[in-house]
């Protein structure tokens, strides 16, 4: 699928953002497709405010220290509160390590497709919205995705624009790499025979009214009541993206709401029954569960069973793509100059890209 690694690169950037380092080439920053880390181990040779030098394109702490942050409150809702002092120091210098990775791979990437004259025409770039859209999870559009970025509409759509043109780099430079023969899907079928069968999903998205331990019994039968009226709300036509954005106490509110797709086993035992039971488009009946009062709309129930032939050539297909991806990036760092300064180092080089069973 010639558009997996744009969608990749795009939604991550949806999600957590970018940042744009000061004196410096202004496409030399943002996320990258999630390659593998390659090349050589950092040698400190640089001033303290520069983490790594690509050919002449600068990173500088304080810009990266940024980036940590924004990535950092993505997630630190999802830390229980007593590991936050253990996790938060171990979580920066991972993440600070992926945005300098990023950081040097987006550089000679992006240096290539100038080499390249790859260019985006309005066609190129229409198309590719269609194909992100497609991804998008129900209830939630690319426009307001895009909107509601944290870096900005404006930056986010240059930051599409530009995984566009890395894109089209990609099918010219591994333009060899996407056929894929019946030989090759029966061996991956056969090799990975006991992982391929798909389990039962949902796709959902719920509002929650949280409950908090020190909330009385009149406490949460307001909270009650309230879900209460917002499902009749629902039901008698209001949109239930919109509401969950407006009301829902869950990180999901920014998506509509939508939690994506899951298998049983995966929420919380309440949830996950009426998630599993209730008939698809329905807003369900209020559920009770250790976090609050949730109301569940069911977008997609797909059953369990053996991959569809055509997810496998897919994934034969992502899996050449990465390997090709791989030896291409690892040669543009053979050929450039990559200084660093005084950071950790990366972590160690992987030979291959690992490849899901299950694609989406």
Request: proline share 7%; net charge negative; hydrophobic share 35%.
């Given at each position: ?24 080439p202004e ?167 006991a992982r ?117 050539v897919e ?46």
């Amino acid at each position: 699928m010639r558009y997996r690694i744009l969608c990749l690169l795009v939604l991550v950037a949806l999600a957590t953002g970018c940042s744009r380092s000061q004196n410096q080439p202004e496409t030399a920053t943002g996320p990258v497709p999630q390659l593998p880390n390659i090349g050589p181990a950092p040698v400190p040779a640089l001033p303290t405010d520069i983490l790594v030098d690509v050919n002449g394109a600068r990173l500088i702490r304080k810009d990266a220290d940024q980036e940590v942050e924004r990535r950092l409150a993505a997630i630190r809702d999802q830390i229980p509160p007593e590991r936050l002092d253990q996790e938060i120091p171990r979580l920066k210098e991972g993440i600070l390590g992926d945005v300098v990775r990023q950081f040097v791979d987006r550089t000679l990437i992006v240096r290539e497709a100038d080499r390249c004259k790859v260019e985006v025409s309005d066609a190129d770039l229409s198309n590719a919205y269609q194909k992100i859209e497609a991804t998008m999870p129900k209830g939630q559009t690319l426009e307001q995705a895009i909107k509601d970025s944290p870096v900005g509409e404006e930056r986010m759509r240059e930051e599409i624009k530009l995984s566009v043109r890395i894109n089209k780099l990609f099918e010219t430079v591994l333009s060899n790499d996407w056929n894929v023969t019946d030989a090759e899907v029966d061996a991956f079928a056969k090799e990975n025979e006991a992982r391929l069968t798909l389990p039962e999903t949902v796709e959902a998205r719920h509002i929650l009214i949280s409950v908090e331990s020190t909330d009385d019994e009149k406490a949460k039968a307001e909270k009650k009541a309230q879900l209460e009226g917002i499902r009749k709300q629902i039901i008698d036509g209001a949109d239930f993206a919109e509401m969950a954005r407006q009301h829902s106490k869950c990180p999901s509110s920014r998506n509509g709401g939508n939690l994506g797709k899951f298998p049983r086993g995966q929420m919380v035992p309440p949830f996950d029954n009426a998630a599993f039971s209730q008939k698809v488009n329905e807003v369900g009946e209020i559920v009770e569960t250790t976090f609050g009062y949730h109301i569940i709309q069911v977008l997609e129930h797909q059953q369990g069973g053996p991959m569809p032939r055509e997810r496998l050539v897919e994934s034969v297909r992502n899996q050449k793509m990465q390997k090709a991806a791989v030896a291409f990036l690892r040669d543009l760092r053979a050929k450039a100059k990559i200084v660093y300064g005084n950071i950790s180092s990366p972590t160690p080089v992987q030979q291959d890209m690992p490849m899901p069973a299950e694609t989406p």
